[in-house]
T-cell receptor, first 112, second 115 residues
Framework: EADIYQTPRYLVIGTGKKITLECSQTMGHDKMYWYQQDPGMELHLIHYSYGVNSTEKGDLSSESTVSRIRTEHFPLTLESARPSHTSQYLC???????????FGSGTRLTVV | DQQVKQNSPSLSVQEGRISILNCDYTNSMFDYFLWYKKYPAEGPTFLISISSIKDKNEDGRFTVFLNKSAKHLSLHIVPSQPGDSAVYFCAAITNYGGSQGNLIFGKGTKLSVKP
């Protein structure tokens, strides 16, 4: 059973809409991450957080924003969706040294 | 500059044979390495890992080998099964005196196991 949950799994939305992708984990992990992946391409880190009220931008520039008000919750928001935002968004969390990351099932976003 | 490289985008293997997926890295500070498996429209799932103090780690059909001097690791799957068909990501991480860096992923290798 998954300990990290992403909703929705699939989302088709029109250009200009504001969207929030949800990510929650029940493992008490301090570190959480958002990755973006296009089909057949590598995973790009777009945001990460090492704890409550801590957020940083990742290696790939993204127009999205994130917040970390609670340990278990790390939502990602796009204020105005565009077709270039069409991608798969993967959330992950980490428990510390050598634990690696646990990933959610992802959100497949399509902006039309 | 890519710190973790998977130079083979794809690999096709017959069922029952060995699959060997390769990964090279450039950062000598990496001290922990992981392999993830990813199906389409799913998140990556952890497969196997190895610490830099070891040169081999085995878990069932999966074995990871690490050659630190060559900055190279490989994942062996024996015997390969059609259900192993997926994209495999190599990843590496550094631990600075108790503080963990971010996981760095390769571009992935798509494995196809044919019946």
């Amino acid at each position: 059973e998954a300990d990290i949950y992403q909703t929705p799994r699939y989302l088709v939305i029109g250009t200009g809409k504001k969207i929030t992708l949800e990510c929650s984990q029940t493992m008490g992990h301090d570190k959480m991450y958002w990755y973006q992946q296009d089909p057949g391409m590598e995973l790009h880190l777009i945001h990460y957080s090492y704890g409550v009220n801590s957020t940083e931008k990742g290696d790939l520039s993204s127009e999205s924003t994130v917040s970390r008000i609670r340990t278990e919750h790390f939502p990602l928001t796009l204020e105005s969706a565009r077709p270039s935002h069409t991608s798969q968004y993967l959330c992950a969390s980490s428990g510390g040294l050598n634990y690696g990351y646990t990933f959610g099932s992802g959100t497949r976003l399509t902006v039309v | 500059d890519q710190q973790v490289k998977q130079n083979s985008p794809s690999l096709s293997v017959q069922e029952g044979r060995i699959s060997i997926l390769n990964c090279d890295y450039t950062n000598s500070m990496f001290d922990y390495f992981l392999w993830y498996k990813k199906y389409p429209a799913e998140g990556p799932t952890f497969l196997i890992s190895i610490s830099s103090i070891k040169d081999k780690n085995e878990d069932g059909r999966f074995t990871v080998f690490l050659n630190k001097s060559a900055k190279h690791l490989s994942l062996h799957i024996v015997p390969s099964q059609p259900g192993d068909s997926a994209v495999y990501f190599c990843a590496a991480i550094t631990n600075y005196g108790g503080s963990q860096g971010n996981l760095i992923f390769g571009k992935g290798t798509k494995l196809s196991v044919k019946p």
